[in-house]
């Protein structure tokens, strides 16, 4: 008898082993992280540099960027927010695809005014420009410039098109059928990490009204509604920012062919009552072209912003969600 409770003994001692080995394997830091390259208004292009933007080097800077991005282990993805190309000029985007021809991560897009600009006769219309990204990009099967996907399940992606590509402006605006989608994307998604790609800054990084979302204030009045965390990742404005509000980090990521000429390195780590946000700023290896554009960059420290504009860790608490009392 005594035998045989011992090997029960051993069995229920080899039992809970096998569990707590099997979970630790199934548990994986790659489940509740998300990691990625953001890269801003690249300005893809052949004029030449006008005084402090890169135009003609802008091939050699985003060459540079993907070369250091392959260096790195552990990405999900790079994804370019906006101005990818400076016009929308079919050679213009092929060498844009052909630079990406060397990436090892796959690509995720969102448009910038330049991209999809519209009126001259060389310029690309607005479905042409789509066909091609599908052609090049088998990470862009979709139909729209405006989309959403589930990376992992712990987080959301929403990209928007604020562009006013019909009347070429710089300004940007938020479509009433975006608007839609947005609160749509956000109601289903209460219990997830929302990542939100677009060119224009929700919130700007510095006064411009010929650069900033002309309806800006009803995007915001969405975004009030929810308690989950919330990150908007932009371009546009040239600049490096990184604000929080509550529960809303608004990241501004400076371009590759104006100084500082630099990209980011983003960290999401999900846990059950917070989230760690680790923000991770790399220059270009092209000190010369860098050096250039800085002496041709009036306030040029404005662009650079402050280290914790560039490299920074953020936290924000989870808030308990209210449950619903079951109607009557």
């Known amino acids: 008898m005594k035998i045989k409770n011992n090997i029960k003994k051993i069995c229920f001692a080899l039992l809970a082993l096998i569990t707590i080995t099997s979970s630790a394997i199934a548990f994986s830091f790659k489940d509740i992280t998300l990691r990625f390259a953001q890269i801003s208004d690249s300005h893809i292009s052949e004029r030449a540099n006008t005084s402090y933007k890169m135009l003609g080097n802008s091939i050699l800077l985003l060459t540079d960027t993907i070369k250091q991005i392959n260096k790195m282990n552990g990405l999900d993805f790079i994804v370019f927010t906006g101005d990818m190309v400076d016009e929308p000029i079919a050679q213009y985007w092929k060498d844009f695809f052909e630079i990406l021809t060397s990436s090892k991560y796959p690509i995720l897009m969102a448009f910038g005014n330049h991209d999809l600009a519209q009126g001259k006769g060389e310029y690309l219309t607005h479905n042409e420009i789509l066909e091609l990204i599908k052609k090049y990009?088998?990470?862009?099967?979709?139909?729209?410039?405006?989309?959403?996907?589930?990376?992992?399940?712990?987080?959301?992606?929403?990209?928007?098109?604020?562009?006013?590509?019909?009347?070429?402006?710089?300004?940007?605006?938020?479509?009433?059928?975006?608007?839609?989608?947005?609160?749509?994307?956000?109601?289903?998604?209460?219990?997830?990490?929302?990542?939100?790609?677009?060119?224009?800054?929700?919130?700007?990084?510095?006064?411009?009204?010929?650069?900033?979302?002309?309806?800006?204030?009803?995007?915001?009045?969405?975004?009030?509604?929810?308690?989950?965390?919330?990150?908007?990742?932009?371009?546009?404005?040239?600049?490096?920012?990184?604000?929080?509000?509550?529960?809303?980090?608004?990241?501004?990521?400076?371009?590759?062919?104006?100084?500082?000429?630099?990209?980011?390195?983003?960290?999401?780590?999900?846990?059950?009552?917070?989230?760690?946000?680790?923000?991770?700023?790399?220059?270009?290896?092209?000190?010369?072209?860098?050096?250039?554009?800085?002496?041709?960059?009036?306030?040029?420290?404005?662009?650079?912003?402050?280290?914790?504009?560039?490299?920074?860790?953020?936290?924000?608490?989870?808030?308990?969600?209210?449950?619903?009392?079951?109607?009557q």
Do not use: C
């Not at 914790?308 to 079951?326: A, F, G, V």
């Open 137 to 327: 990009n088998k990470n862009y099967p979709f139909d729209k410039t405006y989309y959403a996907i589930t990376p992992k399940p712990d987080f959301r992606i929403i990209t928007l098109d604020l562009t006013q590509y019909k009347t070429g402006t710089s300004n940007g605006e938020i479509s009433p059928e975006q608007l839609a989608f947005l609160d749509e994307e956000l109601s289903k998604n209460q219990d997830k990490i929302i990542i939100i790609f677009q060119h224009f800054p929700t919130l700007e990084p510095f006064n411009s009204n010929d650069h900033n979302i002309i309806n800006s204030q009803a995007y915001k009045d969405i975004l009030a509604k929810y308690n989950m965390p919330i990150a908007i990742f932009s371009g546009h404005y040239h600049t490096t920012k990184i604000t929080q509000e509550n529960n809303i980090i608004h990241v501004s990521t400076p371009s590759l062919v104006t100084y500082p000429n630099a990209f980011r390195v983003i960290n999401i780590t999900n846990y059950k009552d917070r989230v760690i946000f680790d923000f991770y700023f790399n220059e270009t290896t092209l000190k010369n072209l860098q050096e250039e554009s800085k002496v041709n960059t009036i306030s040029y420290s404005t662009f650079y912003g402050t280290e914790k504009d560039r490299s920074t860790t953020i936290t924000i608490k989870k808030k308990k969600r209210k449950e619903k009392k079951n109607e």
